[in-house]
């Protein structure tokens, strides 16, 4: 018998993502949402706390793939990112400071409300700037979408991604001082951190795009020899306790401007890609427990508001300045919805450095299932309404 359950066990994991892709499949196609909403349903009804059918997440090999399918949208991202466009129209970043400074300080004056304590609300506040790069490239890569919009939501997502991660490390930071009088992991949990993982992701652009220069076989090979690029970075930030978030960004970045180009086939790193994008998602909704979801269900929708309307008024009030009309301002702040895996994986690997604070932000696990699910959505009316997408078909 306990072999048996051994044998159950050991097949849960390839059990759920089989069962996720195909309800991801069948989904989109009866009903035109995202694959990815699927994805996060599926994982969230399997996880321990609901049915029990999959194992409680313990990081290990689990975290690190879906860390590597992580490090591949990112990756994407990055490459994604023009330097030249934001050089020539500085107020993307600007627009980008303020949405994220907006976000941040209405997030903190919603849990203070709430009567969070500093921590906590210092926490909220930090993940709530971020948004999730793993469902905005995937919608956009799926809906084939291109325009203004698209292109600023890509370029205020990295740079969400990074202002969230610095502001996050930095309250990991304080935790550490506050709990353990450590100054030196403070500040490593802050500046440091971001400028090495940037460091380590920018060698990889140099080095990488060299080497396949050098075998003459830059165009047959790239998508291989980048995505195994990814998997290593990924590997040695995950050892060394760095950000793989921003290393793969600064990766693409870095190659992007090294002048590799990717072909139309090779875009979401192909089967490989799509595979470890539904381990993404059916790992980060498996972390929640419906008991947390219920319990901060009130606290997560006021932020959900709170964050969609400072994205929405920053993003607005510099449209003009920044060269689009009020009309795509403000859908480029409904763009920015997403936010579940980007805060999932941060929450995990703290929890594994042994921060446990963050297990007290019941609020999280309910904003990060509504958004895991309704955040793809969002980000797919946008840019139809936005006419850079084509309306939603599906099957009668």
């Known amino acids: 018998m306990q072999e048996f359950l051994s044998v159950l066990t050991s097949l849960a994991w390839p059990f759920a993502i089989t069962l996720a892709w195909l309800v991801g499949e069948f989904g989109q196609r009866w009903t035109g949402l995202p694959r990815i909403s699927f994805y996060g349903l599926v994982g969230f009804i399997l996880a321990a706390p609901q049915l029990g059918i999959l194992p409680l997440p313990e990081g290990g090999t689990t975290l690190l ?34 949405e994220a400074g907006l976000t941040f300080v209405g997030v903190y004056l919603v849990a203070n409300a709430f009567g969070a304590a500093l921590i906590d609300r210092l926490m909220l506040a930090s993940l709530s700037m971020a948004t999730s790069p793993a469902t905005v490239v995937r919608v956009i890569n799926e ?86 690029a990814v998997i290593l970075l990924v590997a040695i930030t995950y050892a060394l306790g760095l950000s793989p978030v921003v290393a793969a960004l600064a990766f693409g970045l870095t190659a992007r401007h090294r002048r590799v180009a990717f072909s139309q086939a ?30 901060g269900a009130l606290l997560a929708v006021a932020l959900v508001l709170v964050r969609l309307l400072a994205k929405m008024a920053g993003v607005t009030a510099f449209a003009h300045l920044s060269g689009i009309s009020w009309r795509k301002g403000a859908l480029t702040g409904v763009a920015l919805t997403p936010l579940s895996v980007f805060v999932i994986l941060l929450i995990e690997h703290a929890r594994h450095a042994g921060v446990q604070v963050v297990e007290e932000l019941r609020a999280v696990a309910a904003v990060t299932m509504l958004l895991e699910v309704f955040g793809p959505i969002i980000l797919q009316r946008a840019l139809v309404w936005a006419r850079e997408a084509p309306e939603v078909n599906h099957a009668a």
């Open 266 to 295: 090779q875009r979401n790193f192909g089967a490989l890609g799509e595979l470890l994008t539904v381990v993404l998602f059916v790992f980060a909704a498996s972390t929640l427990d419906w008991r947390r979801v219920w319990a």
């Open 65 to 98: 793939l879906a860390d590597v399918g992580f490090g591949l949208i990112l990756f994407e991202l990055g490459y994604r990112i023009n330097l030249r466009w934001l050089r020539t129209n500085p107020w993307i970043g600007v627009t980008g400071l303020v």
């Open 143 to 228: 809906q084939k979408s291109s325009g203004q919009v698209t292109e600023r939501a890509l370029h205020l997502c990295a740079l969400n991604c990074v202002l969230a991660v610095f502001a996050f490390n930095a309250t990991v930071g304080l935790w550490i001082f506050r709990t353990f009088e450590d100054v030196g992991d403070a500040l490593w949990n802050s500046l440091v951190v971001l400028g090495v993982s940037a460091f380590t992701g920018a060698v990889f652009g140099l080095v990488v795009p060299g080497i396949l220069r050098l075998l003459g076989k830059l165009a047959q090979d790239a998508t291989v020899a980048f995505a195994l």
